[in-house]
């Protein structure tokens, strides 16, 4: 498995930090991470992801849950984005994220060939003709593992997106929520989960705890 790159810390007091990957630029093939404690500032944070793709020319994978998925496209709207006439094309694929896992699980344990059976052929459609093309993704299914317990699984599952990095060209955004049900048992897998992204955007709470 190819080194996640260094990781980068944001946080609202350290504005000068030297970015581990260039966010400026929305062709930089990434993978990100966004905690959050509240709804409404998930829907925040992943519209202005998406639409910033949107505006960039970029295909679009969204793994979400039913509600949030209807909460992203209502914000794409929101600012001015025919999210509608996008998704009867094909550069807006929009799946539900726990039938999407369940495609792929065995177990307790993402499978890899049924992974990459199940979202490298979106990728491979999307980038079809286009081999230049950065398709932006966001994915909760990891976030769905999390709250399941299963912390292992969300750790293998976001080494394997960072496998299938090495033949496609995406920028991906993870989000887990940071609630009341984060406990201190979970540190050790939080700060696995942190190192597997390239930057890591933490809310207040849990999230701002060290990482070694």
Request: a negative charge; aromatic letters at 8%.
């Amino acid at each position: 498995m190819p080194e996640p790159a260094k990781l980068q810390l944001v946080t609202d007091d350290s504005p000068a930090a030297s970015p581990a990957v260039d966010v400026s630029n929305p062709w930089a093939p990434r993978h990100d991470v966004q905690f959050y404690e509240n709804e409404d500032f998930l829907y925040s944070a992943v519209g202005s992801f998406l639409a910033d793709g949107v505006r960039a020319g970029q295909p679009l994978i969204v793994i979400a849950t039913a509600s949030h998925r209807r909460a992203f496209a209502d914000r794409l709207r929101s600012v001015g984005l025919d999210i509608d006439l996008l998704m009867h094309g094909r550069d807006v694929v929009w799946l539900d994220a726990r039938e999407t896992l369940d495609a792929f699980m065995e177990g307790p344990t993402p499978n890899r060939a049924l992974f990459n059976a199940t979202v490298g052929s979106v990728l491979d459609k999307l980038m079809a003709g286009r081999k230049y093309v950065v398709v932006r993704a966001y994915g909760e299914m990891v976030d769905l593992l999390w709250k399941d317990g299963n912390i292992e699984g969300a750790i293998a599952l976001e080494e394997l997106w960072n496998d299938l990095a090495v033949k496609y060209s995406f920028s991906l955004l993870c989000a887990y929520a940071m609630d009341s049900s984060f406990k201190e048992a979970d540190t050790h897998g939080f700060k696995q989960i942190c190192r597997q992204h390239g930057r890591v955007v933490p809310t207040l709470g849990p999230a701002t705890m060290g990482i070694d």
